[in-house]
């Protein structure tokens, strides 16, 4: 496995010299990242074990902080310097480069919260070379993976012009909105240093997350005076307004370039079968590559609540009060992206196809999106072998040595010619 990496480097050296494959050919030719690949191959199962630990401690959403004590001991004893727990709970620890102290740095990070709530039974299981557990692949087996760098890196004595820094974060998952990055690029203290970025996230080797799927989610409330079904008959209900709003809003045709989404996904609200409800609910979900078709999109679904409900005032009677609605922004994932022409991209491209693989630009909403927002050069990318059924309780991920080194190597590649390896 590890010979055939190398067997690459004369057919990559072929390509014309720019700037981001003469970065992955130097990477891959050095001695350091050489023997960082032997050290991995070594301690798969060391990595294989440590998937297994941080997977046992559950980390549902806002309440990552068992995993997260836990990830700060292994970064430490992995050899980091400056490993602390951050204000949100995000996990840090810095490889320290060369370069002046407190120059440019570059970040890798990879989430230490599951969509899992508490109480989920959380149990690895092992048949074979397959692991199966919640949260396994994601993103479980990415924080492993960067511990496995850290400490074949420290054993192989490599030296990077840039400061790296390691980061085990909180709130990627749904309610989370990103908190952990967002802390990070708004408040963290390396904030101004971070100048490239990578999440880690899922197993795919050859998929590279380039585009940032923004997304704006509502809850809208509407409200009423309520009543009989049978003796208040007549009176506005807030029901009807939300239905409105549900038609009129599936009644948009939104644009397929930039793909822009939107989707009326929970409700609730209603006090018994023969009332009319003085209070309902709803949740919308609204997405887009582009910021701008994210923003179009939302300014018509705030007109339509508010029309819906004016013409529910109008057709029934308001003697006992009007209805009324209170849209209450509950997610705010940013849109961006890092285009395919700039310099990281290209880069992420050849270390992917420098490691026999196929390198597959799309767009996702992760981590990265919060760092492109800023036009920070970021991607997302896979921590190696494959998996499945992310989200549910059959999660499973396959740890085969071969599939599993081979799609960790790119990542590390990105890593070091990012960081200037010395």
């Known amino acids: 496995m590890i010979r055939s990496v190398f067997l690459l480097v004369s057919s990559l050296a072929l390509v014309p010299a720019a700037a981001a494959a003469t970065d992955v050919v130097k990477v891959i030719k050095h001695p350091a990242y050489q023997k960082s690949v032997a050290v991995l191959d070594r301690e798969h199962d060391r990595i294989v074990a440590d998937i297994v630990t941080l997977t046992e401690i559950p980390a549902p959403p806002f309440q990552e902080k068992a995993r997260g004590n836990a990830y700060l001991e292994m970064l430490r004893a992995a050899g980091l310097g400056d490993v602390e727990m951050d204000e949100e709970g995000n996990v840090l620890g810095v490889w320290r480069g060369t370069g002046p102290a407190g120059g440019p740095m570059v970040a890798i990070a990879a989430h230490l919260d599951t969509v899992f709530p508490a109480g989920t039974p959380i149990k690895v299981r092992r048949e074979g070379t397959r692991l199966s557990a919640p949260g396994i692949g994601d993103d479980t087996r990415s924080l492993a993976v960067l511990l496995g760098y850290v400490r074949a890196m420290r054993e192989a004595g490599v030296r990077t012009g840039r400061d790296i820094l390691f980061v085990g974060n909180v709130g990627e998952e749904g309610p989370g909105d990103l908190r952990g990055v967002r802390h990070l690029f708004t408040k963290g203290r390396y904030k101004d240093r971070i100048k490239t970025f990578f999440s880690m996230d899922g197993t795919d080797g050859k998929r590279i997350v380039n585009g940032g799927v923004g997304s704006r989610r509502y809850r809208v409330t509407f409200k009423g005076p309520g009543g009989h079904s049978y003796g208040a008959f007549g009176l506005v209900n807030p029901m009807t307004a939300m239905s409105q709003t549900v038609v009129d809003l599936y009644r948009i045709t939104p644009p397929k370039t930039p793909k822009t989404t939107y989707a009326a996904s929970v409700t609730g609200g209603g006090t018994s079968v023969n009332s009319i409800p003085d209070q309902v ?117 396959d740890v085969e040595k071969g599939a599993s080194l081979k799609g960790m190597l790119p990542g590390l590649t990105m890593l070091l010619a990012a960081a200037d390896l010395r």
């Open 281 to 397: 609910y709803m949740e919308f979900d609204m997405r887009s590559v582009s910021a701008d078709a994210l923003a179009a999109l939302e300014k018509q679904f705030l007109g339509i609540v508010a029309a819906s409900v004016e013409t529910e005032n109008k057709a029934r009677s308001t003697r006992e009060g009007p209805i009324s609605a209170d849209p209450k922004l509950i997610g705010d994932r940013p849109a961006g992206g890092t285009p395919e022409d700039s310099a990281l991209v290209q880069m992420a491209r050849r270390a992917v196809e420098a490691h026999g693989l196929e390198p597959e630009l799309t767009a996702s909403s992760t981590d990265s999106n919060l760092p492109m927002s800023l036009a920070i050069p970021a991607v997302t990318i896979g921590s190696g072998g494959s998996g499945g059924r992310a989200h549910s309780l059959d999660e499973w991920i």
